[in-house]
């Protein structure tokens, strides 16, 4: 019986194969026919209802806390405290930048905080005294140092197959350790280099300010028309013009109303205004994780493994290499960090705590919607998960509220961005299922 | 177009050079042989069912033709040549591919994404992604994949049988010959086992020679112009679709014999047996 169907099926389907194939090619080709903005929006709705969120429920949270905040005291929304949000959240979004690809592969680093810490005190002791180092050694070897302990800490991990848990957690306490034993009891190095005071202390002037978001805003359209147009060429789906303009309207936006922000005076007695230096490291550094995860090829094997290990390998990804790479990125950006954060403190002492910064930048990537279970992250996510944890701490400060809350009212809120996910998680799973 | 009709394979044998000829493989982990001498040929444009009990070694023999396990004795002919295949590298050189039974998909990467996975295209040091949208489209249109709606999409939102599809695909995709699918069926239902027989049917047709390993007779029946028989990593049949039935492979696969099959030939009868049960 099979052997009468089968002939009759070869038959006929020589002559129009070529045509069906090429019916078919196009049909594969243009997946989807989206044709306008309204269809793509409603196809986002669709996406979101299924589970697929995105960082839509992050961003209604921060404008919720906002909402409370300014309810609550009438300065939370004022520029001056909008932009001490940045500094106050540098640490936990360059320390989270450096900890999505870390969770992107499914693992941990909890040793970060303290090894941007240690890496701070390293650049405040080349800093010191008369024989002093000029700033760019100081920052270089603090970030050197700190990016060879993640990769030394990931080779344990990869080589010795080691947890990265117990790995990192031994780099917690032993990190911990070197810093006190450098800084001595109850020392305190002061930072009098102003260069490295000023990456969180100092503002560009406002010209300079308009200059780089404005040609920020531009590089950012080109990329993303120029990416579009080579599509439209290739022949594959493109999003609708209008869309892509929304977007680039978006982000031109965005660098405008911060701009606008930052150059307010915020000063008392002396006018300070400007967008912190900070501002553009985070944003540097959001740039170039972004494009190493989404460009390169690297980016693409992270994911893989952290989707698949072992179909990652059998593709030939060389995972001891891409594992301990990882781990160097955490410490790279451990090292950026603690340079932050000791210049916002324009010193290093004993009191600095690394332990809650790193569960901070958990929190962060986690609130930003990176999952824990690896796979799943995009460095956008640090930059709102940090957003959400300044604005906690921001807030609960200016309420007056007493540490012990602002530590409830965090773990409330990283307790909700998992809860979120998981329940988000479980509707793409049922959406999944064809 | 290409020989697929089981009745024609029997009677005037296939012309030119097989593709794949295995001779006398052998292989042994510690004090247990696992396989026993086995001979085996994959003709281009031959679906090539290999059957067997658990244990019988079908695993092993397929590691050994990808790379993965070294044979300890016997020759491997690719299209005529003797070559030795030390790891999966030089299997897929050759031109082989393996389908495994886990997929080996990445299920937070769309489709694109694990189609190319670890042989990305690049230009300079970016990655290529329209390039790559582009062929595996190609390359899904032309083995007339259509269920999948978009390239685009997370092979996690993908039915088992769109899985199927698109890690065949992703096997074919880079000029191979041989593509060997282990157990392509085992845990799909109904729609979804017939779209991947569908395939692996095109895929013959296509001209690729194709090993598939399976416990399901009717899918083997089905889709097979030839069935291979190992039982106790010996080889104990390799017969045209045509010429055994399913009772007659079944006992091939427990005692290794079959009274309705004799040495040199089928026995006319069992053909007609065949037909009668069915």
């Given amino acids: ?434 | 177009m290409t020989q697929t009709a089981s009745d024609t394979a029997p009677a005037g044998a296939p012309s030119g050079t097989p593709l794949l000829q295995l001779e006398g493989i052998r292989k042994r982990f510690g004090a247990v042989e696992v396989l026993r001498g086995v001979d085996l040929t994959l003709r281009s444009g031959q679906v090539t069912a290999l059957v067997g009990d658990n244990g019988a070694g079908k695993s092993t023999l397929i590691k050994a033709v990808a790379g993965i396990y070294t044979i300890d004795d016997g020759r491997m002919l690719w299209e005529g040549r003797h070559v030795t295949v030390h790891n999966p590298k030089d299997a897929a050189a050759l031109g082989i591919e393996v389908v495994y039974q886990d997929l080996a998909l990445a299920d937070n990467l769309d489709v694109v994404q694990n189609m190319f996975l670890g042989r990305e295209r690049r230009r300079g040091l970016l990655l290529d992604e329209d390039s790559m949208e582009k062929s595996a489209g190609e390359t899904l249109a032309s083995l007339q994949v259509t269920t999948v709606r978009s390239v685009r999409q997370p092979v996690a939102s993908l039915s088992g049988g769109q899985r199927q599809s698109v890690a065949v695909a992703k096997a074919v995709m880079w000029n191979s010959k041989l593509v060997i699918l282990d157990e392509p069926t085992a845990a799909l239902g109904v729609s979804q086992t017939r779209q991947v027989l569908d395939l692996v049917k095109r895929l013959g047709e296509r001209g690729l020679a194709v090993l598939i390993v399976s416990h399901n007779l009717n899918d083997v029946f089905e889709v097979a112009d030839r069935i291979a028989v190992l039982r106790l990593g010996e080889m104990v049949a390799d017969v045209a679709r045509g010429d055994v039935d399913s009772q007659s492979v079944v006992e091939l696969m427990t005692t290794g014999r079959s009274d309705r099959l004799t040495a040199d030939g089928p026995a006319p009868t069992s053909s007609a047996a065949s037909r009668e049960d069915a």
């Fill in chain 1, 1 to 434: 019986m099979a052997d009468t169907e089968q002939t009759t099926q070869t038959s006929p389907g020589a002559e129009d194969e070529p045509a069906e194939i090429a019916r078919l090619a196009a049909l594969t080709a243009t997946p989807v026919a989206v044709d306008s903005f309204a269809d793509y929006a409603r196809g986002w709705w669709t996406r979101v209802r299924s589970g697929d969120t995105g960082s839509l429920p992050v961003v209604i949270g921060l404008i919720i806390l906002s909402i409370i905040f300014q309810s609550q005291n009438h300065h939370f929304l004022t520029a001056r405290n909008l932009t001490n949000l940045i500094p106050q959240g540098a640490e936990y979004m360059l320390l989270a930048l450096g900890i999505i690809f870390v969770l992107l592969l499914g693992e941990i680093d909890l040793s970060v905080g303290f090894v941007g810490y240690l890496g701070g005190i390293i650049m405040a002791e080349l800093l010191k005294g008369p024989h002093a180092h000029s700033w760019w050694i100081a920052c270089l070897a603090c970030i050197g140092v700190t990016t060879a302990i993640g990769i030394v800490q990931g080779l344990f991990i990869t080589i010795l197959g080691l947890p990265s848990f117990i790995v990192t957690l031994a780099g917690y306490l032993g990190w911990q350790g070197v810093a006190l034993l450098i800084l001595g009891n109850g020392g305190t190095v002061p930072i009098q280099n102003h260069v490295v005071n000023d990456f969180a202390g100092g503002e560009l002037t406002p010209t300079a300010g308009w200059i780089v978001a404005i040609v920020g805003s531009l590089l950012f359209a080109g990329v993303t028309l120029f990416g579009a147009e080579r599509r439209r060429r290739s022949g594959l789906a493109v999003p609708p013009r209008s869309l892509t303009l929304f977007k680039i309207g978006l982000v031109a936006a965005a660098a405008i109303v911060v701009t606008i922000i930052c150059n307010r005076n915020r000063g008392a007695a002396i006018a300070v205004r400007g967008i912190p230096w900070v501002a553009l490291i985070i944003v540097g550094a959001l740039a170039l994780w972004t494009f190493v995860l989404t460009k390169l090829r690297f980016g693409r094997y992270v994911y893989a493994v952290g989707g698949n290990a072992e179909a990652a390998r059998r593709a030939g990804v060389n995972l001891v290499v891409v594992r301990t790479t990882v781990f160097g990125i955490a410490g790279l950006m451990a090292g950026v960090a603690g340079i932050v954060a000791a210049s916002r403190l324009e010193s290093v002492s004993t009191s600095s705590d690394g332990g809650t910064a790193v569960l901070y930048c958990i929190a962060a990537a986690v609130i930003g919607g990176t999952s824990l279970f690896g796979g799943r992250g995009k460095a956008m996510h640090a930059l709102l998960g940090g957003l959400v944890i300044a604005a906690i701490y921001n807030g609960m400060g200016l309420l007056g509220l007493s540490s012990g809350t602002q530590y409830v009212v965090t773990a409330l809120v990283l307790l909700a961005a998992v809860a979120v996910d998981a329940v988000a998680r479980r509707g793409r799973a049922n959406a999944g299922v064809v």
